[in-house]
């Protein structure tokens, strides 16, 4: 068994005792250079030397710990690994104490989570009248159901039923594979600028992002935060490039970085680009600067 990369091993081998069901006898590491392995373990060398080295060994299993830092040679291990048709198990995990995190990790993921609680409570206590004035109205305009319910991959891929309202025709799904080829948007997402399901309510529910505001039962939830990277269903998921799973490490968000500095952007990388950034910069205080942001854009109705 191997072990490629340096995030939260304690969780992987019980650092030098061994857990999780693995010894750390036996096991190889792959590491960034410089890194000091705990007793017991072979260091087998740098990122870079990975290929060459599956090449020449006998290895049966590996698990993949990236350093949020290295996240973007995913693709390369993945296919190092791939090449020489060896399992692989990925564990993106960067926060909370089960991956051996910091505490002051730990701590911002509570503050983040209170801060969640707190604003989507008042979120839906706030705008409790203009949902229901909403629903009445895709009630009376575009019938039944009025709220949209969607499989999206949350943190780590775990499924969650997303909730927004209707903003579009009953028959959208059943359309969505044959319109993929005109999207807006090069890559994984689908996203098109004048999309032809979209009711003409559906027009100006999504301009100033109302229909998103039913996303706050997912926050309080626990299944989404207030910010961080946009859930995607999973037919997006399956187009990923394997570098952008890296996105899927924390809980999605309503609102996130890539939406205020680059909504119209047309390539999906730089999207991801932007979510990784905030995932590496992640603080209260930048949830909190987003969040600010936000609103401004969302009263000058400048959503999708």
């Not at 006898?25 to 260091?43: M, T, V």
């Not at 109205?137 to 499989?151: E, S």
């Not at 927004?164 to 025709?169: E, G, L």
């Amino acid at each position: 068994m191997v072990v490629i990369g340096s995030s939260g091993l304690s969780d992987v081998v019980g650092g030098e005792g061994g857990g999780a069901g693995f010894p750390s006898e036996g096991i190889g590491l792959f590491a960034p250079l410089g890194y000091s392995p705990a007793r017991g373990w072979r260091y087998l060398g740098g990122l870079d030397r990975l290929g060459d080295v599956l090449q020449t060994s006998d290895i049966k299993e590996a698990v993949i710990r990236l350093d949020v830092h290295d996240w973007t040679k995913l693709e390369a291990v993945i296919c190092a690994c791939a090449d020489q048709e060896l399992p692989v198990s990925i564990s993106l995990d960067i926060g909370g104490e089960e991956t051996g995190a910091p505490r002051s990790v730990s701590w911002n993921a509570l503050v983040k989570r209170v801060v969640d609680v707190v604003g989507a409570g008042a979120g839906l206590l706030i705008a409790a009248p203009l949902l229901a004035v909403v629903a009445l109205h895709i009630l009376v305009t575009d019938g039944r159901p009025v709220t949209f319910r969607q499989w999206r991959a949350g943190r780590n891929g775990r499924p969650f039923c997303i909730l927004k309202f209707r903003t579009m025709h009953q028959d959208a799904d059943a359309l969505r594979a044959k319109l993929r080829v005109r999207s807006a948007v090069s890559g994984a997402a689908f996203k098109m600028e004048r999309d032809p399901r979209v009711t003409r309510l559906g027009q100006w529910l999504r301009r100033t992002s109302i229909d998103e505001l039913p996303q706050l039962w997912n926050v309080l939830k626990g299944e989404m935060s207030l910010v961080g990277p946009r859930p995607h269903p999973y037919d997006d998921v399956a187009r990923y490039k394997p570098w952008h799973l890296a996105r899927l490490a924390v809980k999605p968000g309503i609102t996130g970085l890539w939406q205020l500095e680059m909504r119209n952007e047309p390539e999906f990388d730089r999207w991801v680009e932007k979510d990784l950034e905030y995932i590496r910069r992640r603080s209260i205080g930048l949830d909190l600067s987003i969040l600010l942001r936000t609103l401004p854009a969302v009263l000058r109705g400048s959503g999708r």
